[in-house]
């Protein structure tokens, strides 16, 4: 286990009190409050048991840097960064660790742009934690506030984006919300969208877990599957604690997972506001699939929202996102946001007549993709040497190596949230994708072992 918290482009995260310590969110806190400046800063959380601690050490932090921390409650990660955009506002926390399990905690740093801290204030951050911060005097400390309401901004925002279809046929949706942020979002957005909504695994486990593998992946939802089975479902909503990432389940009960999540809003999107979209290194060709659809070119980013997001600003596109499951539509917020995923496939079924969502996957090419990561005991800079000896020069370095090949690609990369290494590879056939990931592990296991 790690003894120090690890940092990236989403954030600080670590296991609570072990590599997240309160003195650890005090210091991190203090200095992005320097780096925003004094004036109001919104803080929200997601369910964890650490929560309210670190949430109380990130607000007297903020306070004592001359921040006046908005205390928005227990809300998805999408929801505090609609509100960190709010005119007046400095910038925004949300206290969680995302898909990590129950034991770790996190600070996702948000700037006033609602966009995750870019390059430069990163590393302007970076540079403040080398120093000692000064705390303000009693007249400059701030003051804490709450502000209520900010999940019901937050759903009327999505219902107002151009391509959302509110009336229509009525279906039924079953929610796997693990005990997260989704228990009061997705089912206020399902009923404003006109859904029957049954909701599963609603709360944390008494002991601080969440109620299944807090990521949404294909082997963490087969309760959701067989519920979507019992009662007879339109289709299966899966989302990880903090809220910003979905993924789906059809009307047959298979767990598609969250790679169709953005294939299905670019499909949808596209079809009414047609241009480039951007999705990330690591992302399905599904993506590029929906995209051909309507003549549409998609380009890709380094694996994280910001660099997705800095991608599409770059190509002037408002549609993308991540093969997580998170759906980006920069009209709403330069975020991921399930809530715009979910939007998408509700509007999708409303807009193609009689159509099924299985109908719908089985209309896309049937691709094998492999996810996996291995940890290390060696630095990072001997694995990807000893891949780049293995497999050659790469045809894109900006996160990790990215190869592609003749029927699919192979991504293997440094997580910038856990202390291991990801393989992600995707191709028309197994075959090439089981040679690749004998050399991932054998590469690994010889450099750990030497």
Known sequence: MINSPIISGSGIRGVFGYSLTIEDVV?????????????????????RRSGPAVQAAVEAALMSVGCSPIDLGIVPTPTVQLEAMREGIRGGIAVTSSHNPGEW?????????????????????????????????????????????????????????????????????????????????GPMLMDALGIDVDVINPDMTREGDFPRVAEPTVSSLSVLSERVEEVGADVGFA????GDRLALVDDRGRIIGEEYTVALAID????GRPGPCVVNLSTSRLAEDAAARYGCEVFRSPVGEVNVVEEMEARDALTGGEGNGGVIDRACHPGRDSGVGMACVISLLRCRGDITLSQWVDSYPKYSMIKTKKSISVPVESVMNGFEKAWGPPDDNRDGLWYRRSDGWIHVRPSG??????????????????????????????????
């Open 27 to 47: 210091r991190f806190t203090k200095a992005f409050g320097s780096l925003l400046g004094s004036g109001p800063v919104v803080v929200g959380r997601d369910t």
């Open 105 to 185: 905690n996190a600070l996702k740093l948000i700037g006033p742009d609602g966009v995750f801290l870019r390059t430069d204030a990163r590393r302007s951050f970076m540079d403040l934690l080398k120093r000692d911060i000064p705390v303000v005097d009693y007249r400059g400390v701030g003051l804490p506030s709450s502000k209520p309401g900010s999940i019901e901004d937050h759903v009327n925002k999505v219902l107002r984006l151009p391509w959302v279809e509110v009336k229509g046929r009525r279906f039924k949706a079953v929610l796997d919300v693990t005990g997260g942020t989704a228990r009061d979002f």
């Open 239 to 242: 989302f990880d604690p903090d």
């Open 268 to 271: 949808h999107i596209l079809a």
């Open 417 to 450: 949230t856990e202390p291991v290494i990801r393989f992600i590879a995707e191709s028309s056939g197994m075959s090439g994708i089981e040679r690749d990931l004998v050399v991932f592990n054998e590469t690994v296991e010889k450099l750990c072992v030497e």
